[in-house]
């Protein structure tokens, strides 16, 4: 009875005072009510702040400040609630009964507005001068990337990337303000966390905490000669301090070719054929009865035969913790992605290991170690008309992929003369597999206030195996060309970075110093086996034992590069800055080893003056310029040297036995430079309305001198090509961002962000050479490139294309021993002729511009978010459609519906008839393309679970998506793809044969924090 009482009375106390206790199973607990609570938030000026993020402690419950600084929040009245604002320090205010606040929020003084690695250190992003771009770990997780350098499409103002190919695995083209070289590489220099020149491959995209891109020589050029091209500084994710956090992600996608060419059926091929036949006083190829079978048969449908839509999957966890002494991330990825064609696939495994030790006060460690287990089959189709995927656009649609028996049927009498394409992919077999271990530690030492010394070294090891198999149903087994084969590759790098950092302050200067040892050491072998014909195929390429005749090769590299490098940082006031540095790199590569690379560039904060103080418009606003000088390790090693070759023909002494031959290789030239590029830029930096609003401007102009170019020498000198200093080449252009937050209100939020980017590229000079025709791609495209002077690169080279020849003109057309609806050609020299001399300009493969747009909108607990890219002001020169029309090699007749439409008498179209006195050049302007896109690359929604559903099963946050990407193409090109291209250097951009486009995919996904 008195437990009774004294309940009794405790409830009424409690409900007098506005607080219930709730009693289960004998135990007491309290319900506190909740209450309304609104205020104003303000910056230490008294202006509203747009935007804060207000949030209860302990939950992901919260609201935005609208545009007057205002919140409102319903709340329990213990509740703690937590303001964060970009650039202002964070606040917790206990409610305890308030229902009003006032809340001012102080700017950060340690840093504005955030800090980012410059190479070889970290720098507040206000005293940065050089040009430089971030991509936040935040902006990756938007979209479900196989690759890392995905995350630099569109979103990086100056970066032009481009996804050449829809091959599982395969890399993406990057250039940083044009191109550079004309034989050497144009891909930036990858820095993972301070590893140089680092496999991109090897990082899960979830492994990364920022992407920095260093875009100006001033930002560069401490790299050296390896800097030309711009340089990537990617940082991987670290341990948080605190209880062990899981993170764990997948998606899944189901991928497609995004378009079909439009191919004529069985019954309108073989009334084409016949068509073609009687043009030449053939008989028929068809006769009625099979016409006739055609109507209600339409045939093989190579297109959809050789393509398969697959499901590729992606999973990631990752395991972070620790405390101020130790912390670590721990995470494993896989990912499988079958190929957009049979027998195509690629997956990857990656483990990394980021670990952090605090020895002492003075003493540092850190350890990145990362092992990458890449596989893949039938990735490197380089793109050829003899390429299954080009083979399917070539096809015959009157032949079934298999007879009765079950057999493959291996060849037609019309269109191609090349193997059945699904034959040749089922029975090739090009598998790779590749074990990397990588393994980078940091040490760093606090010698005394402001003193520092750091050591970052890594080592690197690589095997890869690769097997072939090119059995008898393949093209090369049909000439007696089948074979197997296994090459075997091993690599293996160290590099020791050793630098003292030195930062002081005295009254208004301030400065850092680096100062910078650094060596680099490489080897490589390879050893391969060859074996032709082999008696049986029954054990694949397991056995080379078994062939009628076997071939081993082995080789061996090594190179070095050791480097000085000196820095200066200098700021007076915050306002006034200057950055300084020289970089001297000794490569084995070269006879004359040293090379300098100085740089200086200079900042001016004009927000921090006096002046600027009481502005209401500008938040930040920065003016920058800088000149330097960097190189491109274009040489390959032992270039400078003279060589004998291995591959010489055989010589019989006794008549039967072949010995090999070692005759002398092609002449050298001893005094190879690195290729420099001298570069000024100019730019701005500026932020409106207390950051709601940022903007980033930058002019460029860069000039490539020693160009290197692959020169040939005349055959009194034992031919063959070597490489010289030549020549020179410019980019100059001008590129813009821009980015805010237009709407933030109580329950909706409008990011976006928009960047462009104008280059243009021009040939300066070739030391005495001007229009050298360049080898193109495959056999499809020799000769359709040209290098010269006062020209941009990926210039298109050939005849320029009229249409054709119409009944009225007829006696003209019969000064070129032509007829009506022959194709008809602009005569340049006017000698009623079509040669060499008529061959001209036809078109580039480069863009004017490139952009990108990104918009995300939040509302509740949903985020729609959608991103725009393309180009504008670029051609394509495909070799694919040029195949699908006939007459040209072994495409001996038409399968596209193109031909349904050539020219009549009575249709007098552009569309060249069938005929003997026709000429159909390839190299033409009939197959040039306007090449400009736009492209939805992603389209995503997201839905956050509330806190309360996830607390029962023991979540912290889940996050479900669904996203396409690839949806739609604006493009007036009308072939599959006019972002892909099989362009092996700047020279034949633009170029395209039998690439298998980019996948369109649908995406569905989760992320989870348990």
């Known amino acids: 009875m008195?437990?009774?009482?004294?309940?009794?009375?405790?409830?009424?106390?409690?409900?007098?005072?506005?607080?219930?206790?709730?009693?289960?199973?004998?135990?007491?607990?309290?319900?506190?009510?909740?209450?309304?609570?609104?205020?104003?938030?303000?910056?230490?000026?008294?202006?509203?702040?747009?935007?804060?993020?207000?949030?209860?402690?302990?939950?992901?419950?919260?609201?935005?400040?609208?545009?007057?600084?205002?919140?409102?929040?319903?709340?329990?009245?213990?509740?703690?609630?937590?303001?964060?604002?970009?650039?202002?320090?964070?606040?917790?205010?206990?409610?305890?009964?308030?229902?009003?606040?006032?809340?001012?929020?102080?700017?950060?003084?340690?840093?504005l507005k955030e800090v980012v690695a410059v190479g070889y250190g970290v720098q507040r992003k206000s005293d940065v001068t050089g040009s430089t771009a971030t991509v936040s770990a935040k902006e990756i997780a938007k979209r479900p990337l196989e690759r890392v350098e995905q995350a630099l499409q569109g979103t990086t103002p100056g970066v032009t990337v481009q996804?050449?190919?829809?091959?599982?695995?395969?890399?993406?083209?990057?250039?940083?303000?044009?191109?550079?070289?004309?034989?050497?590489?144009?891909?930036?220099?990858?820095?993972?966390?301070?590893y140089i020149g680092g496999s991109i491959e090897s990082i899960s995209p979830g492994d990364i905490q920022s992407i920095e891109v260093l875009k100006d020589a001033s930002a560069t050029a401490i790299y050296g000669s390896r800097g030309a091209n711009g340089v990537v500084l990617v940082t991987t994710k670290t341990g948080h301090i605190g209880k062990p956090t899981v993170d764990f992600s997948a998606w899944f996608s189901k991928a497609m070719v995004p378009k079909q060419l439009d191919l004529m059926n069985a019954y309108d091929?073989?009334?084409?054929?016949?068509?073609?036949?009687?043009?030449?006083?053939?008989?028929?190829?068809f006769n009625d009865a099979q016409l006739a079978g055609f109507q209600s048969n339409p045939g093989t449908d190579w297109q959809k035969e050789i393509e398969q839509k697959p499901w590729i999957r992606?999973?990631?966890?990752?395991?972070?913790?620790?405390?101020?002494?130790?912390?670590?991330?721990?995470?494993?990825?896989h990912l499988d992605q079958p190929g957009l064609i049979k027998n195509q696939w690629y997956n990857r495994s990656t483990l990394r290991a980021n670990l952090g030790l605090k020895l002492n006060d003075k003493m540092d460690v850190k350890f990145y170690i990362t092992t990458l287990l890449p596989n893949s089959r039938n990735t490197g189709y380089a793109g050829d008309i003899t390429d299954p995927f080009a083979q399917a656009s070539q096809w015959d649609p009157t032949v079934p992929v298999k007879d009765a028996n079950g057999d493959y049927i291996l060849k037609s009498q019309y269109a191609s003369n090349q193997i059945n394409p699904v034959a040749q992919a089922r029975n090739q077999a090009v598998d790779n597999s590749t074990t990397n271990v990588t393994g980078t530690g940091v040490f760093t030492y606090n010698i005394v206030k402001g003193l520092t010394f750091t050591s970052n070294d890594t080592y690197e090891t690589q095997s890869q195996v690769t097997r072939i198999l090119y059995g008898p149903e393949t093209s090369l087994g049909l000439v007696g060309g089948d074979y197997a084969q296994t090459n075997n590759n091993y690599y293996r790098s160290y590099q020791s970075s050793n630098f003292f950092t030195y930062k002081a302050a005295l009254g208004n200067h301030a400065f850092t110093v680096t100062a910078l040892y650094e060596l680099k050491n490489a080897q490589s072998t390879n050893d391969n086996a060859q074996s032709k014909n082999l008696s049986?195929?029954?054990?694949?390429?397991?056995?080379?034992?078994?062939?009628?005749?076997?071939?081993?090769?082995?080789?061996?590299?090594?190179?070095?590069?050791?480097?000085?490098?000196?820095?200066?940082?200098?700021?007076y006031k915050d306002k006034y800055l200057l950055t300084a540095s020289v970089r001297s790199d000794g490569s084995s590569h070269l006879t004359q080893k040293y090379s300098t690379f100085p740089s200086v560039a200079v900042g001016w904060n004009v927000a921090r003056e006096e002046f600027m103080q009481d502005n209401k418009i500008f938040s930040d606003l920065k003016f920058r310029a800088s000149w330097g000088k960097t190189g491109n390790q274009a040489v390959p090693a032992y270039a400078t040297i003279a060589?004998?070759?291995?591959?010489?023909?055989?010589?019989?002494?006794?008549?039967?036995?072949?010995?090999?031959?070692?005759?002398?290789?092609?002449?050298?030239?001893?005094?190879?430079?690195?290729?420099?590029?001298?570069?000024?830029?100019?730019?701005?930096?500026?932020?409106?309305?207390?950051?709601?609003?940022?903007?980033?401007?930058?002019?460029?102009?860069?000039?490539?001198?020693?160009?290197?170019?692959?020169?040939?020498?005349?055959?009194?000198?034992?031919?063959?090509?070597?490489?010289?200093?030549?020549g020179s080449l410019e980019n100059k252009g001008i590129e813009f961002a821009i980015g805010g937050t237009p709407v933030a209100g109580h329950d909706i939020t409008w990011t976006t962000n928009f960047n462009i980017s104008f280059n243009r590229n021009k040939v300066l000079d070739m030391g005495g050479l001007d229009n050298v025709v360049v080898n193109g791609i495959g056999s499809a495209q020799n000769g359709v490139a040209i290098l010269k002077v006062g020209k941009p690169l990926g210039e298109f080279y050939g005849y320029q294309f009229l249409g054709t020849w119409k009944t009225s003109e007829a006696a003209q057309a019969a000064l070129y021993g032509m007829k009506p609806g022959d194709a008809k050609y602009a005569d340049l020299n006017g000698d009623h002729k079509y040669s060499t001399d008529d061959l001209t300009e036809i078109g580039n493969g480069t863009p004017s511009y490139t952009f990108g747009f990104i918009n995300d909108v939040t509302y509740g607990r949903f985020t729609l978010s959608f991103m725009f890219q393309g180009t504008h002001g670029n051609q394509i020169f495909s070799g694919t459609i040029p195949y699908t029309l006939g007459g040209l090699g072994d495409a001996r007749n038409a399968t596209s519906k193109t031909a349904l439409n050539i020219w009549t008498p009575a249709n007098q179209t552009d569309v060249p008839t069938f005929s003997s006195t026709s000429q159909n050049f390839i190299n033409s302007s009939r197959f040039v393309y306007n090449a400009s896109y736009i492209k939805l690359k992603n389209l995503a929604l997201n839905y956050n679970i509330p806190t309360g559903v996830l607390e029962h099963i023991k979540i912290k946050k889940l996050e479900v998506y669904v996203s396409g990407q690839n949806l739609f193409t604006i493009t007036k090109y009308p072939g599959y793809d006019p972002e892909v291209s099989n362009a092996t250097n700047a020279l034949t951009a633009g170029l395209e044969t039998g690439v298998i486009p980019n996948p369109r995919t649908y995406t569905m996904g989760l992320r989870a924090t348990l």
């Open 643 to 726: 060589q004998i070759s291995s591959g010489g023909p055989a010589y019989y002494y006794d008549g039967t036995t072949p010995t090999v031959t070692t005759p002398l290789g092609s002449p050298v030239s001893t005094s190879l430079k690195w290729e420099t590029t001298t570069t000024t830029d100019a730019g701005l930096d500026a932020s409106f309305f207390k950051g709601r609003l940022t903007f980033t401007a930058d002019a460029y102009y860069k000039k490539v001198t020693n160009l290197l170019y692959n020169y040939q020498a005349p055959f009194y000198l034992g031919g063959g090509n070597y490489l010289r200093n030549i």
């Open 2 to 111: 008195k437990k009774l009482l004294c309940m009794l009375l405790t409830c009424f106390i409690t409900f007098e005072s506005g607080t219930l206790l709730a009693f289960s199973n004998h135990k007491m607990s309290i319900i506190i009510p909740p209450v309304d609570v609104s205020g104003t938030v303000k910056d230490n000026k008294g202006e509203p702040l747009i935007g804060v993020s207000i949030k209860i402690q302990g939950t992901s419950t919260g609201t935005l400040t609208d545009a007057k600084g205002v919140f409102h929040l319903h709340v329990a009245d213990n509740a703690v609630l937590i303001f964060t604002y970009t650039g202002f320090k964070q606040i917790s205010v206990p409610v305890n009964g308030l229902t009003n606040m006032n809340i001012t929020m102080e700017e950060e003084a340690t840093m």
């Open 536 to 571: 049986t195929y029954a054990l694949g390429y397991y056995n080379l034992g078994l062939g009628a005749t076997q071939l081993t090769t082995s080789g061996y590299s090594q190179d070095e590069l050791q480097s000085f490098m000196g820095r200066v940082n200098y700021s």
């Open 163 to 194: 996804s050449n190919s829809g091959q599982p695995g395969a890399g993406l083209s990057v250039r940083i303000r044009g191109a550079n070289s004309i034989t050497g590489s144009n891909e930036p220099l990858y820095v993972i966390d301070g």
């Open 269 to 285: 091929f073989a009334r084409t054929v016949n068509a073609q036949f009687a043009t030449t006083g053939n008989p028929p190829a």
């Open 314 to 333: 992606n999973y990631q966890v990752d395991v972070n913790g620790g405390s101020a002494d130790a912390n670590y991330f721990i995470s494993f990825n």
